[in-house]
């Protein structure tokens, strides 16, 4: 069975069992969220329980996810093929399980762009997770410590990663989100443009483009992490050195590299003291 049947199949069970399933009665409503997982439904009488797929996100604690999830209550819900469950957000339906990956307090098997968005940018609660988090979730073969110092030294805010940064030029540009950083990037290569660094590693888009499917995927925070990983590997094989790694990630002129590296020990000591 695939996640589409399977999750038509499962609120369609849902839904019977509330007397729904499309015949006419009035429609169920959320009764109480009680976690990012586990929502009860009713419908006149009845109650009925829907599990949702994924983590809970309580890095802020769960009396947080009850103050944003209240008003959830007494939404009317339906259930589509597509979606499963589905609520009305700005008079629009939408996936109650992908709103909760949106805002921040469900974490799904694979990292979506909403994932990935809500991860990096703290939403939910993610604001709570520490600057490891993103990499501890999204790395591969470099140790989350390294690309976090790395991060934090290429697109630091606020003792955050921030994934939609440019840099144009020699000047840093924070954006609030990645459609405004991307309008941004298809503007300077229209131009012929290549001198910026982009997403939450800093990738140099004149150098690195290569690596990348398209300029909207090198904003993606996974596919950043990936490509600096790749760099860094590189790197240590031609230096075999982890300090000269690093450096190199910026300059392979000593006196810069060195500096960089500098700034990247003062960010791994605030990793390590719980930042």
């Known amino acids: 069975m695939n996640k589409r049947a399977g999750k038509h199949r499962i609120f369609c069970v849902l839904f019977a069992a509330l007397a729904a399933c499309g015949h006419g009665a009035d429609a169920a409503t959320i009764a109480e969220v009680i976690s990012p997982t586990s929502v009860v439904l009713a419908q006149e009488n009845a109650r009925a329980l829907a599990t949702l797929g994924g983590k809970p996100v309580f890095w802020c604690g769960l009396h947080a996810f009850e103050a944003w999830a209240a008003p959830l209550v007494g939404q009317a819900v339906a259930s589509t093929p597509d979606t499963g469950i589905t609520v009305s957000v700005d008079s629009r339906d939408v996936s109650l399980e992908q709103l909760l990956i949106r805002k921040g307090w469900l974490q799904p098997a694979v990292l979506d762009d909403d994932a990935q968005a809500a991860i990096t940018e703290g939403r939910g609660g993610w604001a709570c997770a520490g600057a490891t988090a993103p990499f501890e979730l999204m790395h591969t073969s470099v140790d989350p410590k390294v690309l976090a110092g790395i991060a934090l030294n290429e697109s630091g805010l606020n003792g955050r990663a921030w994934p939609w940064t440019l840099n144009i030029a020699g000047q840093g540009f924070f954006f609030k989100t990645r459609e405004d950083a991307y309008r941004v990037v298809q503007s300077l290569i229209a131009r012929g443009r290549g001198d910026f660094d982009i997403g939450l590693m800093q990738i140099n888009w004149g150098y690195h483009s290569r690596r990348f499917a398209?300029?909207?995927?090198?904003?993606?925070?996974?596919?950043?992490?990936?490509?600096?990983?790749?760099?860094?590997?590189?790197?240590?094989?031609?230096?075999?050195?982890?300090?000269?790694?690093?450096?190199?990630?910026?300059?392979?002129?000593?006196?810069?590299?060195?500096?960089?590296?500098?700034?990247?020990?003062r960010h791994l000591n605030q990793i390590q003291a719980g930042l």
């Open 214 to 265: 398209s300029p909207w995927d090198a904003l993606a925070p996974a596919t950043s992490i990936r490509v600096a990983e790749q760099i860094l590997s590189e790197n240590y094989s031609k230096t075999h050195s982890v300090a000269k790694a690093i450096a190199y990630y910026h300059s392979a002129n000593p006196v810069p590299g060195q500096a960089y590296l500098a700034r990247f020990a």
